[in-house]
């Protein structure tokens, strides 16, 4: 079957993590054919990501195989057990234990519960009839907090797991250091096991487990975390094929004082040297802000607020999502091995780059340019737009567009669709690999009422609109789209050695030695000769990549 496992750490991650599975759920198809009917042939298999279960009613269930890691308090309002348990409005501890005081005399502390969303209050009348699945696009989302306040999805009740150490916001007690996060890993796993409880129950019910798919935050405690639960899952499967996506974006990386940013470059060099080593691809994505978008000219049509993790994290879901759609397909699918394979040939590349484009600019007079400023690529990896650099490999999709779609472009010459398409991938810079991969498919990128509303000028099936005063025009001046044409580009190129050089530059000159919240307690602190190996291996890195 072809099974990915995928393992999520951190809010941010968590975040991306949301939107990915929303909009794999929305590509489901519900509808029961007649009974003179065949049904319609899915063209993802989804299986690959989901998987069967049964309530202890026996009521079966399709949950998506995932981990998903947070501290205290970062799960909001979701409740793990509503797929698998039945809500008791008793006291469990009475039920079981006879207790020897009277309960008048005794006093309670209670965490205060997390208030529901508005879209998550909808959804939950639309299961008891009192509103509809079309009033969805009606509901606010302005008041979005946290990720499951936009979550649609049951998951099963081992997919979620929290470390009890560490409240979410906590300024007291922050989660903000590399070491922390090793430190927690082992504390959580001899409070929980969770890494034989949970994740090889996802594991081992796999008939042929593909690979990993890993989204880390990685500029603070969780890249620790991811480093040392890796470090773990390494031992019981060294040849698995895992794509480690590490995250970032500004609220992680807020530092005001000159020691907390170099508490947050050395988080982030530890990180990427554990985390590329223990990856057969370590892809770092940094949130788009808003002089990357001020860049390119085709941010007409999605106005994002770069400062909002839902926006932000809905962008780099779209590319998370469309990278690994090859490996989804239920014809003509590739497996994460050879995708990785022909990206890392030279078996000493293990860092990759990630690019997006949402929505991919379709529509206009002319197709638009794959390379220079007007791409609709953006790096959220490499942090250096040069087109000059050498390309080593690519995996690109085009996503969402049929060829007989491109027609048009092809009146007036002698050229097939089909051509068209071909000469506009064949624009992008060849790799040195025989290798690169270029796929066009139908599969559209879903986009669910739990999206944000940011698209702009654009027709409901996400194509550049000509018509000012559309009907799918929303009273803010958003356009309602039920999909979007998508490009993604995952690659391994010699963009990789700014962002190495930039990293190697930032801790040169950091003694560890003033910055004493690294050593940590027991196995989980940083010793100066780790940190040394480190840095050492950001250079290493940087020869590979300057070649």
């Known amino acids: 079957m072809h099974e990915i496992v995928t393992l999520q750490f951190g809010h941010y991650a968590n975040f991306v993590g949301t939107h990915h599975w929303n909009t794999q759920e929305s590509t489901f198809n519900y509808e029961q054919p007649g009974e003179d009917e065949e049904p319609s042939p899915e063209l993802i298999n989804h299986d690959c990501m989901y998987r069967v279960g049964k309530t202890?009613?026996?009521?079966?269930?399709?949950?998506?195989?995932?981990?998903?890691?947070?501290?205290?308090?970062?799960?909001?309002?979701?409740?793990?057990?509503?797929?698998?348990?039945?809500?008791?409005?008793?006291?469990?501890?009475?039920?079981?234990?006879?207790?020897?005081?009277?309960?008048?005399?005794?006093?309670?502390?209670?965490?205060?519960?997390?208030?529901?969303?508005?879209?998550?209050?909808?959804?939950?009348?639309?299961?008891?009839?009192?509103?509809?699945?079309?009033?969805?696009?009606?509901?606010?989302?302005?008041?979005?907090?946290?990720?499951?306040?936009?979550?649609?999805?049951?998951?099963?009740?081992?997919?979620?797991?929290?470390?009890?150490?560490y409240l979410m916001g906590s300024d007291f007690m922050p989660f903000d250091v590399f070491s922390y996060g090793r430190t927690a890993f082992l504390e959580t796993e001899k409070e929980l096991d969770s890494y034989d409880d949970n994740f090889r129950l996802f594991a081992e019910e796999c008939d042929q487990l593909q690979g990993i798919q890993v989204l880390a935050d990685v500029l603070n405690g969780w890249g620790g975390f991811a480093s040392s639960y890796l470090e773990r899952l390494r031992e019981d499967f060294p040849k698995s094929t895992v794509i480690t996506y590490g995250l970032g974006d500004d609220e992680m990386g807020k530092r005001e004082t000159m020691k907390d940013k170099q508490v947050l470059a050395v988080n982030e060099t530890l990180a990427m040297t554990h985390l590329s080593k223990l990856s057969s691809l370590y892809v770092p994505v940094q949130a788009p802000n808003q002089s990357m978008l001020a860049l390119k000219g085709w941010s007409k049509n999605i106005r994002m607020d770069p400062s909002n993790r839902y926006h932000t994290s809905a962008f780099i879901s779209a590319g998370v999502d469309s990278a690994l759609l090859p490996c989804r397909l239920r014809y003509n699918?590739?497996?994460?091995?050879?995708?990785?394979?022909?990206?890392?040939?030279?078996?000493?590349?293990?860092?990759?780059?990630?690019?997006?484009?949402?929505?991919?600019?379709?529509?206009?007079?002319?197709?638009?340019?794959?390379?220079?400023?007007?791409?609709?690529?953006?790096?959220?990896?490499?942090?250096?737009?040069?087109?000059?650099?050498?390309?080593?490999?690519?995996?690109?999709?085009?996503?969402?567009?049929?060829?007989?779609?491109?027609?048009?472009?092809?009146?007036?010459?002698?050229?097939?669709?089909?051509?068209?398409?071909?000469?506009?991938?064949?624009?992008?810079?060849?790799?040195?690999?025989?290798?690169?991969?270029?796929?066009?498919?139908?599969?559209?990128?879903?986009?669910?009422?739990?999206?944000?509303?940011?698209?702009?000028?654009?027709?409901?099936?996400?194509?550049?609109?000509?018509?000012?005063?559309?009907?799918?025009?929303?009273?803010?001046?958003?356009?309602?789209?039920?999909?979007?044409?998508?490009?993604?580009?995952?690659?391994?190129?010699?963009?990789?050695?700014?962002?190495?050089?930039?990293?190697?530059?930032?801790?040169?000159?950091?003694?560890?030695?003033?910055?004493?919240?690294?050593?940590?307690?027991?196995?989980?602190?940083?010793?100066?000769?780790?940190?040394?190996?480190?840095?050492?291996?950001l250079l290493d890195m940087y020869d590979v990549y300057n070649e």
């Open 56 to 165: 202890i009613r026996g009521i079966e269930t399709y949950t998506p195989r995932v981990l998903i890691y947070d501290l205290k308090g970062g799960f909001g309002s979701i409740n793990k057990h509503k797929l698998y348990e039945a809500e008791s409005g008793h006291d469990n501890y009475q039920e079981q234990y006879e207790l020897q005081w009277d309960p008048s005399k005794m006093e309670t502390f209670q965490e205060e519960e997390y208030s529901k969303s508005a879209y998550q209050t909808h959804l939950e009348n639309e299961e008891i009839g009192i509103t509809t699945e079309a009033e969805e696009d009606d509901v606010e989302m302005n008041g979005i907090k946290t990720w499951s306040d936009f979550n649609r999805v049951y998951f099963h009740p081992k997919s979620m797991l929290t470390i009890s150490g």
């Open 333 to 537: 699918s590739i497996l994460m091995a050879d995708m990785v394979g022909s990206l890392n040939w030279r078996n000493i590349t293990t860092i990759g780059t990630l690019s997006v484009g949402l929505p991919f600019p379709f529509g206009a007079s002319g197709l638009p340019q794959l390379v220079g400023k007007e791409s609709p690529l953006l790096d959220l990896s490499s942090r250096k737009e040069d087109f000059d650099d050498q390309v080593f490999s690519q995996s690109v999709v085009l996503r969402g567009l049929e060829t007989d779609q491109f027609a048009r472009y092809a009146t007036g010459t002698r050229k097939t669709p089909r051509e068209i398409v071909d000469e506009l991938l064949s624009t992008l810079p060849i790799g040195k690999s025989l290798g690169d991969t270029k796929i066009r498919t139908p599969v559209k990128y879903p986009i669910p009422t739990s999206y944000p509303r940011f698209f702009h000028g654009l027709t409901p099936e996400g194509y550049q609109s000509q018509n000012p005063s559309p009907p799918n025009l929303r009273p803010d001046g958003t356009s309602k789209v039920h999909s979007v044409p998508t490009i993604t580009r995952l690659a391994v190129s010699s963009t990789t050695r700014w962002h190495l050089e930039s990293l190697s530059n930032s801790v040169k000159k950091i003694d560890l030695r003033l910055l004493p919240q690294f050593d940590g307690d027991g196995q989980g602190g940083v010793n100066r000769e780790e940190f040394e190996e480190a840095r050492e291996s």
